[in-house]
């Protein structure tokens, strides 16, 4: 097991399992392959505004996918992923207000912000400058990688932490922390939450399945625009769409011309945009939630007839990812999972760039982690 | 130069109407406009005629009488910043009477019962009628614009001018004026305070800047041309200027904007532009450039931000944006040509040679006998 370091504020190397004052153990990826092992390190002791979660589970996102493989060219290695955490409240600070010991709790994409931005003060943490992501940032305070959820526990600011209503079962909810926030969010904020309206998703992943799933809780009908006839089926009669397009299919995208008042595009493979900006009634609105490596080709035309707006939208404020479970929970929505034992992690990494999985794979920690792996 | 009509027989433009008319017209996509006899229709019950006065030389025109979007129908009489004064009213018009000065810009007509008509939003139906170049339903003639002595248009499609701004000035606003203002109404980029960008400094550029500044706006013009920048602070108001291939300054400005205008058709990078804009903000391309634009999806996920296009802008819209104009005394920098030279003044406006809009003196130079 090779001893990676992180070089802390004073210059020496200290090994991740000295970094901080507690032990804990997870799945780390120490180089671009990408394949995870198991990697003991240490979490800093639960501060007063903090909180200390025993991980139940951890959902695998398509983001940690590209981290583990410096796809994104920014991973500092050792790299352990996960951001749809799930656990239990073990230790509440003494200044911790809104939670206590045995909550059931999530913490997603980010853990901490600068708190005083525009964007912090408005509840848009995840537009903040200085953000801290859950895996591969440094934290400000000592310098240190932050490690996400592929591990037995985590420290967290209670201002980035949410309740999972008891409703929901915490394996299927895990992946609404990064998934669910990332559609749920700009589906807010450009109203495309509205009963009555008409709401396209294109691709049928991770983020695109739970966006049908909001969007028919929302009371909206929801056409599905996928590459993959295949997926017909299962899109009517398992997660509910109304209609499914084929996007390769001419006739069937010119009858859904103008139609939908807005779309959330999924899919982060390369694709054509002007079909879909067309699928667009005036005034209609595309937001992308995928991240397309190669930049998008869009005529100017497609957007000024129409006046159509094309929008990013990148995961979601932690205020609005508390309404959205709260809504989740309401409404029983959760992710359709497969839960996997921690040894089976680089398998699934490979299903999942087959995009094999109906339609998250969720880790499950608490059982399957153990320190001596 | 001839026609079709309904019943299938090549009817020339002087005789499809009953009255006669005469403009310029240009027959072929060399663009060249020469003296075009033709007609217009009577007076129905709901139309005003009007005697035009003055007509503003937008850049559609240019596009559209050399044929570049592949769409125009010859002979062509462009033309929609008209500005005149009403000679005739049909027996159901309510809002107009002879005298009257009043304004026409890219509508004379449209379906009136889809979503985008029946919400004031005419510039999004999908059966609109262009003040020129389209076919008129009624009897599959083509519709002729504002470079001509007269039109005949439905009242719903009139816009009556302020008493205080003066025509010649003002007709630019028909087109260059609603196209700016529609798009910074709708997505709430004239609100005092917030910061405005504006791209390229022409006939459309220009107006969003003095628009910019009525509604109580930090703006700053963004362009290529480092010799606009005394114009732009000094004459138009401008509250700063970026030279858009001046890295430094362009870096400087990240995440500082509310908005963005961005009136360039030139093709040009909208990576850069967008990196201007702050969280959620939002750019509207209004220029139509010819090649299709190249966005990282990273600009736009990474700040959740939004890049929105805009044609034109509704009837209600246009009246209202003219009233605003009025109330703050806000008109276009205009060239005022007399009729011949319009084909000089479209070949300056190739080279983008006019503070910041030609405008044809019809009444007075426009005559049938050129």
């Not at chain 2, 703006?219 to 030279?243: M, Q």
């Not at chain 2, 819209?317 to 319009?342: C, P, R, W």
Request: net charge neutral; aromatic share 6%.
């Amino acid at each position: 097991m090779a001893l990676e370091v992180t070089a802390p504020t004073n210059g020496k190397k200290v090994v991740p399992e000295e970094e901080h004052p507690r032990k804990a153990f997870g799945l780390a990826a120490h180089d671009s392959s990408g394949l995870l092992s198991h990697f003991p390190f240490s979490r800093r002791n639960n501060g007063d505004t903090d909180v200390t979660i025993r991980i139940l589970y951890c959902g695998i996102c398509h983001s940690d996918l590209h981290s583990i493989r410096n796809e994104w060219k920014n991973t500092i290695y050792p790299i352990v992923p996960g951001h749809e955490i799930v656990g239990e409240i073990t230790e509440v600070g003494s200044n911790v207000k809104n939670f206590k010991l045995g909550d059931k709790v999530g913490a997603g994409c980010l853990v901490e912000s600068c708190r005083s931005c525009p964007s912090c003060t408005t509840g848009f943490e995840n537009y903040c400058s200085g953000m801290i992501l859950t895996y591969n940032s440094v934290h400000p305070k000592d310098g240190t990688m932050t490690y996400g959820g592929y591990s037995d526990m985590i420290v967290v600011d209670q201002d980035f932490v949410v309740h999972i209503p008891e409703s929901l079962p915490l394996d299927k909810a895990a992946p609404l922390l990064c998934a669910g926030i990332t559609v749920y969010a700009p589906m807010k904020y450009h109203g495309l939450n509205a009963p009555g309206k008409h709401l396209g998703v294109v691709g049928l992943g991770g983020l695109g399945h739970v966006a049908v799933k909001f969007g028919k809780a929302f009371g909206m009908k929801v056409t599905v625009i996928s590459s993959s006839p295949s997926k017909e089926k299962e899109a009517i009669e398992r997660l509910g769409a109304d209609v499914f397009l084929v996007s390769s299919n001419a006739e069937q995208m010119k009858v859904a011309m103008s139609s939908m008042d807005g779309i959330i595009d999924t899919v982060s493979a390369t694709h054509s945009i002007q079909p879909l900006l067309a699928l667009l009634k005036p005034h209609g609105k595309m937001i992308l939630v995928g991240a397309p490596e190669k930049p998008l080709e869009v005529h100017s035309f497609a957007l000024i007839s129409g006046g159509k707006t094309l929008a990013g939208s990148p995961i979601g404020g932690i205020k609005d990812t508390q309404e959205m479970i709260n809504f989740a929970g309401k409404h029983n929505v959760t992710a359709d999972i497969e839960l996997i034992s921690a040894d089976y992690v680089n398998k699934a990494m490979e299903r999942l760039v087959k995009a094999d999985v109906k339609y998250r794979f969720v880790i499950d920690v608490a059982k399957t982690f153990k320190s001596n792996v | 130069m001839a026609t079709e009509m309904t019943n299938g027989k090549k009817v020339a433009p002087e005789a499809e109407h009953p009255r006669k008319a005469f403009g310029l017209a240009a027959h072929d996509n060399s663009g060249v406009l020469s003296p075009f006899a033709f007609s217009r229709r009577n007076n129905r019950d709901s139309d005003v005629t009007i005697k035009i006065l003055y007509c503003g030389i937008c850049h559609s025109d240019l596009h559209s009488i050399k044929n570049e979007w592949k769409n125009t129908i010859y002979p062509i009489v462009p033309g929609h910043e008209i500005v005149g004064e009403v000679a005739e009213v049909g027996s159901k018009v309510e809002k107009f009477k002879v005298g009257d000065k009043v304004g026409v810009g890219c509508l004379v007509g449209s379906c009136r019962s889809c979503a985008g008509c029946t919400t004031g939003f005419e510039n999004y139906c999908p059966l609109p009628i262009f003040t020129y170049n389209s076919k008129d339903p009624e009897d599959g003639t083509v519709t002729y614009g504002g470079y001509s002595d007269m039109i005949v248009v439905d009242q719903d499609f009139v816009i009556s001018m302020p008493e205080n701004l003066p025509l010649d000035k003002a007709a630019p606003l028909l087109c260059a004026g609603i196209t700016v203002y529609a798009p910074m109404k709708y997505h709430g980029l004239n609100t005092p305070g917030k910061h405005l960008g504006i791209v390229g400094l022409g006939g459309l550029g220009h107006v969003a800047v003095k628009f910019g500044k009525a509604f109580g706006m930090k703006v700053t013009v963004i362009s290529s041309s480092p010799s606009k920048e005394k114009e732009a602070i000094e004459r138009l108001g401008a509250d700063a200027f970026l030279v858009s291939s001046n890295p430094e300054q362009m870096k400087a400005a990240v995440f500082s904007m509310d908005g963005i205008i961005d009136t360039v058709s030139a093709s040009h990078p909208v990576a850069s532009l967008l990196a201007l804009l702050k969280p959620n903000g939002k750019m509207i391309m209004l220029g139509l450039p010819e090649k299709p634009m190249e966005i990282p999806a990273f600009s736009l996920v990474f700040g959740g931000k939004m890049l929105a296009g805009s044609c034109i802008g509704g009837l209600k819209d246009t009246q209202e944006m003219i009233d605003f104009a009025g109330k703050h005394n806000l008109t276009a920098d205009i060239e005022l040509i007399s009729a011949d030279y319009v084909n000089k003044a479209i070949e300056r406006l190739i080279k983008a040679d006019v503070r910041y809009r030609f405008v044809i003196d019809i009444a007075n130079t426009l005559k049938s006998n050129i």
